[in-house]
DNA sequence: TGCCAGGCCGGGT
DNA sequence: ACCCGGCATGGC
């Protein structure tokens, strides 16, 4: 019985360390070949949140008409969307599909953060309490992926995001089941990875970069992905 | 022309 | 707990 667990526990640890190595060389690999994404494309925290809801299962090239249209009208800060209303937001976010969905959720987002923060999102990321992506999580519209990517690349707090790509791509290379969720694909990472912001920043952006390159939805090739030598 | 894109929610079983 | 339909535009 004792044994048994000790076996176990030997297996889980050599196996850790293999992911740890195996989890790096993918980032290596890709890094290597695309270089620094910059990520997020965003001039202001509110402007990554209001990316980050606004691309829900949606191309990114649509969030930027509609971010455009909302920084021509000056509601690209919390005070002035906040005071506008759905029906006009949603007209200005048009390009971006879904768009009285988002509206609302976008002023669902200010709302939360009038209630609670006073409007200031120093205040938000600077809430020592460490229930801030449960906070988020309560918020309509926004999921683990959105929540995931607002504390990361707008608050710089180390948590690492998940999406569409990512689960494809480590799928594909077997690492995870292709319906694994949310919280089982990002704690691969989470345990395996140092705790770095910048690398968990790097590193989904190297993944959409790869995704939107080598591994769309239909196609079983992966052309000349850089992580082939890794299938 | 149809399929896809950096999800999430609500209702049903 | 799982499954599903709905939400919608623009690009290829």
New binding site residues.
Partial sequence: MRRHGVFKMGIKRGKKKDLKKLLLGYYESLFGAFGPQG???GDTRFEVIV??IL????????VE?AVRALKREGLLKPATMHSTGVKEIARLI??A?????KARRLKNFTGYLFKNHSGSLGRLFNTSDNGLREELLGI????????D?ILL?AGRVPEFVV???TKRIFSRHSLISEKAEYGEVKALFMENLPGDESLFNEYHALL?KT??DFC???NPLCGDCPLGGFL
Avoid: C, L
């Avoid at 599909?97 to 969905?101: D, R």
């Avoid at 309509?140 to 929540?147: C, H």
């Fill in positions: 990520w997020w494309p990316g980050a691309t829900q299962n949606t191309a990114w090239s649509n008409k048009r390009p599909g879904y768009f009285n969905v309509n519209g926004i999921g683990p992926e959105t929540a990517s690349y999406d569409a790509y959409v995704g939107k769309k939805t239909r």
